[in-house]
């Protein structure tokens, strides 16, 4: 049975899954808006997608670019959830997987690092 949460709840969580990203990441975060949604479209039970160009990749040339952006999905997230505290433990797992992409981490380096 999935969990059921205020969206301000949620994004609360997320909120405090940021807080947790130690100060050097942190602070080396330039360009880059975190947005809760409700689900992808393309992909409705994927749990959060880095849209962007990854701090590895970019050169000189970026520069006057739109933000990056994280999308933390809210739906498939509480769907996969029996309990507040597992959506806890999903949404910091989930935040942590896609701000490692944008720090240019590759799906098999987050995994082996505990991050989904």
């Given at each position: 049975?999935?969990?059921?949460?205020?969206?301000?709840?949620?994004?609360?969580?997320?909120?405090?899954a940021?807080?947790?990203?130690?100060?050097?990441?942190?602070?080396?975060?330039?360009?880059?808006?975190?947005?809760?949604?409700?689900?992808?479209?393309e992909?409705?039970?994927?749990?959060g997608?880095?849209?962007?160009?990854?701090?590895?990749?970019?050169?000189?040339?970026?520069?006057?670019?739109?933000?990056?952006?994280?999308?933390?999905y809210?739906?498939?997230?509480?769907?996969?959830?029996?309990?507040?505290?597992?959506?806890?433990?999903?949404?910091?797992?989930?935040?942590?997987?896609?701000?490692?992409?944008?720090?240019?981490?590759?799906?098999?380096?987050?995994?082996?690092?505990?991050?989904?």
């Open positions: 049975m999935p969990v059921e949460m205020t969206r301000a709840r949620f994004e609360e969580l997320v909120s405090e940021l807080d947790q990203v130690p100060p050097k990441f942190a602070d080396a975060m330039d360009n880059v808006v975190v947005l809760v949604e409700e689900f992808n479209d992909s409705p039970t994927i749990l997608l880095y849209h962007g160009v990854a701090l590895t990749r970019r050169t000189t040339n970026y520069a006057g670019v739109l933000p990056d952006r994280i999308s933390i809210r739906r498939p997230i509480l769907w996969m959830c029996a309990t507040e505290a597992e959506v806890v433990e999903q949404v910091l797992i989930t935040v942590m997987h896609e701000l490692g992409h944008y720090f240019g981490l590759d799906d098999d380096r987050l995994h082996e690092l505990g991050w989904g």
